[in-house]
C-alpha cells in the first residue's frame, strides 16, 4: 500500500499540537505575524513543528513525483519518431531528474534526509501523484503529457513560486520556468500531428486526450470540501489558491487550447458557464483517485518496482562515490 505521508506522527497529532509554552506561544505568533506580512520564512528561522512536516510532505511528493514522473516518459525515448523529438525528450525527463533533486535538496533543509525520504518512496509510505500511474500507449501520449500534465503542473506550481517557505519558493522558480518548455512542446508535438498527421495519426491523439484528460484534473487533488490539509497550508501560505479554484483555471485554460488544436474533450457536460465566466465539467471519478493514491491503479506496483531496481542497481556508484570521496578527504588531510 502506498497511502501513508512523510509523517511520523500520527494524523491526529499532526492536526492538535501539543501543549506549548509561553516561549513556543510567543515565538508562534510573531511567527504568524511574519506569515501575515507575507514575508519569507528561512531554513534556520523558528517555524512550528507542523508547519516543517507540511512541508516536508508536500515537498517530498513533489521531488517523488517528479523522479517517478520520469519512468511513463522514458518509456518512448527509444521509439521517438524523429531525432529531434527524441532529443526534445531526452532533454525533458533529465529536467524531471533535476527537478526532483532541486526539491529533494529543499526538503532536506528542513532536517529530512535524502535517505529518509528515499526509503519512504522505496518503502510505499510515501506519495507521488496519481496522474504517474497510467500507462503511455502511444506516441501521442508524449505531446499530451506535456500539454495536459505539465500544464497541470505550471497552474498548480506557479502559485508555490510566492510560497511563504524561500528554499521551496527558490526551488519552484527554475522548475516553472522549465515546466513551461516541457508544456509547449507537448502542444506544438500535438499540434503537429493534428495539422500536417494522417488521420490514423489525429486519431491517436485525440484517444490520447480521451485517456488523460480526467487523471489531469485529478492532479489537483480532492474537491476542497474533502481536501484535510488545504485550510492550514492556505493559512500558512503553503498554498495560494485552493484545488478546485486551479482546477477551474486549468480546465478553462485546456478549453480554448483544444479549440487550437482540433481535439474533444471527453466531457459532455463541458459547457461555457456565462454567469461564472467559466466552464461548467462533469463529474470527477473520485473514487478512482482514491484507488490510484492508495495503491490500486493500472501501473503503481510497475512504477514503485521500477524505483526499488533503480536504487539496488545504483549501489554500487553510491559504493564508489563514497570511497571516492573518504580517499579525497584523507589525501585533503595528509
Ligand atoms: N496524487 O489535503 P489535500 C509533476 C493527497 S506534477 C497523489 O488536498 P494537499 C510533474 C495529498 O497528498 C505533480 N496524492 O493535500 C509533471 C493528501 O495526502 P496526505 C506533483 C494526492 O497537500 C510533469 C491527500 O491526498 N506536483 O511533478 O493540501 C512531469 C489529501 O489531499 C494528490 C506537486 O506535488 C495527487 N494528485 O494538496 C513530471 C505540487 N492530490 O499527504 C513531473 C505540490 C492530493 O495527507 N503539491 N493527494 O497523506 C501540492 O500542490 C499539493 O500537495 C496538492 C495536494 C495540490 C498535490
Known amino acids: ?36 506580512a507575507g514575508e519569507f520564512i528561512e531554513a534556520k528561522d523558528w517555524m512550528p513543528e507542523h508547519y516543517r512536516k507540511t512541508l516536508v510532505r508536500q515537498i517530498s511528493q513533489h521531488a517523488h513525483s517528479e523522479i517517478v514522473g520520469m519512468l511513463p516518459e522514458g518509456n518512448w525515448i527509444s521509439r521517438a519518431p524523429t531525432l529531434k523529438r527524441k532529443a526534445i525528450l531526452l532533454a525533458k525527463v533529465q529536467d524531471e531528474g533535476g527537478h526532483g533533486l532541486y526539491l529533494y535538496a529543499a526538503a532536506e533543509t528542513l532536517g529530512t534526509s535524502r535517505d529518509q525520504m528515499f526509503d519512504a518512496l522505496h518503502t510505499g509510505r510515501a506519495k507521488y501523484s496519481s496522474i504517474f500511474n497510467y500507462p503511455t ?50 502542444f506544438e508535438a500535438l499540434l503537429t500531428m493534428m ?31 474533502q481536501s484535510p490539509n488545504s ?65 490500486d491503479g493500472p501501473c503503481n506496483k510497475e512504477r514503485l518496482a521500477a524505483r526499488v531496481k533503480a536504487w539496488d542497481d545504483g549501489a554500487w556508484v553510491r559504493e564508489a562515490a563514497t570511497a571516492h570521496a573518504r580517499k579525497h578527504a584523507m589525501k585533503e588531510a595528509a
Not at 506549548?20 to 504568524?32: G, H, P, T, V
Open 1 to 36: 500500500m502506498y497511502t501513508q505521508a512523510m509523517d511520523t506522527m500520527g494524523k491526529d497529532e499532526m492536526r492538535q499540537p501539543a501543549v506549548r509554552s509561553a516561549d513556543e506561544l510567543q515565538l508562534e505568533a510573531r511567527f504568524n505575524e511574519r506569515i501575515d
Open 137 to 186: 500507449l502511444s506516441w501521442a501520449d508524449m505531446g499530451t503529457i506535456g500539454w495536459l500534465v505539465d500544464g497541470a503542473a505550471i497552474m498548480n506550481q506557479v502559485p508555490i513560486c510566492r510560497c511563504s517557505y524561500a528554499p521551496y519558493a527558490r526551488a519552484m522558480i527554475r522548475i516553472c520556468r522549465e515546466e513551461s518548455f516541457h508544456q509547449r512542446q507537448g
Open 195 to 225: 495539422t500536417k498527421g494522417t488521420p490514423a495519426q489525429k486519431a491517436m491523439v485525440q484517444d490520447a486526450v480521451n485517456r488523460w484528460w480526467w487523471p489531469s484534473i485529478m492532479m489537483f487533488g480532492p474537491p476542497d470540501d
Open 231 to 295: 485550510a492550514q497550508s492556505m493559512r500558512w501560505g503553503i498554498k495560494k489558491f485552493s484545488n478546485d479554484e486551479l482546477r477551474q483555471k486549468f480546465v478553462d485554460a485546456a478549453v480554448d487550447q483544444a479549440k487550437v488544436l482540433g481535439v474533444t474533450l471527453p466531457d459532455p457536460e463541458l459547457k461555457w458557464n456565462e454567469a461564472r465566466q467559466s466552464n461548467d465539467f462533469g463529474a470527477i471519478d473520485w473514487a478512482e483517485f482514491w484507488a490510484v493514491i492508495a495503491g
